[in-house]
């Protein structure tokens, strides 16, 4: 059984700056997509964004230019930078691996989440 990790959040002042982890326990031989979700009282959760295993990354454009996705393969970690932190940004943020596969003589591939980290940016 994979577990998601998260940690980094927490309250900070607009135009602050803020790091979430993820870190994934468990049986992995390789995770295809890493990928950060956000959710802010009364909404829908949204993407913020993705990175595949082979680097290729991508945005919600309210994050483009302010925000940073990278990954660690050898921790199973993926991390999100956040910069320029708005108010609007404030949610809860979880993380997502997709196609994750546990040995690499099986085929099965499987979807975790992480159980969600608060973000609050004060204006």
């Known amino acids: 059984q994979v577990q998601l990790v998260e940690s980094g959040g927490g309250l900070v002042q607009a135009g602050g700056s803020l790091r979430l982890s993820c870190a994934a326990s468990?049986?992995?031989?390789?995770?295809?997509?890493m990928g950060w979700y956000r959710q802010a009282p009364g909404k829908q959760r949204e993407l913020v964004a993705l990175?595949?295993?082979?680097?290729?990354?991508n945005y919600a454009d309210s994050v483009k230019g302010r925000f940073t996705i990278s990954r660690d393969n050898a921790k199973n970690t993926v991390y999100l930078q956040m910069n320029s932190l708005k108010p609007e940004d404030t949610a809860v943020y979880y993380c997502?691996?997709?196609?994750?596969?546990?040995?690499?003589?099986?085929?099965?591939?499987?979807?975790?989440w992480g159980q969600g980290t608060q973000v609050t940016v004060s204006s």
């Open positions: 468990g049986s992995i031989f390789r995770i295809e997509g």
């Open positions: 997502n691996f997709v196609k994750v596969k546990a040995y690499s003589w099986s085929n099965r591939q499987y979807d975790y």
């Open positions: 990175i595949t295993s082979g680097g290729t990354t």
